[in-house]
């Protein structure tokens, strides 16, 4: 059975730094894209940055700059080093990755339970 757990959320003041960790962890035959998803109150859901297995990134424009994604292959852990804060970064952060469990062909979608971030002073 596969499973995305996530730490690192937290209050910080604006201005300030986070970072997300999400590690993947069962049987897994191999990891495709991760990506970071987030969802503030009576918003939707929303995707903040990806990441390939070759290490391709992207981001949406408002965290360009300011968030980092990477991602231990070694370890199927995928990082969010999140800069600059703003109150309006506040938001619940999900994990998600798309992968091919061992034993299966099947390429198949995964999600965190989420980790809590709030901005504020």
């Known amino acids: 059975q596969v499973q995305l757990v996530e730490s690192g959320g937290g209050l910080v003041q604006p201005g300030g730094s986070l970072r997300l960790s999400c590690a993947a962890s069962?049987?897994?035959?191999?990891?495709?894209?991760m990506d970071w998803y987030r969802q503030a109150p009576g918003k939707q859901r929303e995707r903040v940055a990806r990441i390939t297995s070759g290490g391709n990134t992207n981001y949406t424009d408002s965290v360009k700059g300011r968030f980092t994604i990477s991602r231990d292959n070694a370890k199927n852990t995928v990082y969010l080093q999140m800069n600059s804060l703003k109150p309006e970064d506040t938001a619940v952060y999900y994990c998600h990755a798309r992968l091919t469990p061992l034993g299966t062909s099947r390429v198949e979608d995964y999600w965190g339970q989420g980790t809590q971030v709030t901005v504020s002073s």
């Open positions: 069962g049987s897994i035959f191999s990891i495709y894209a």
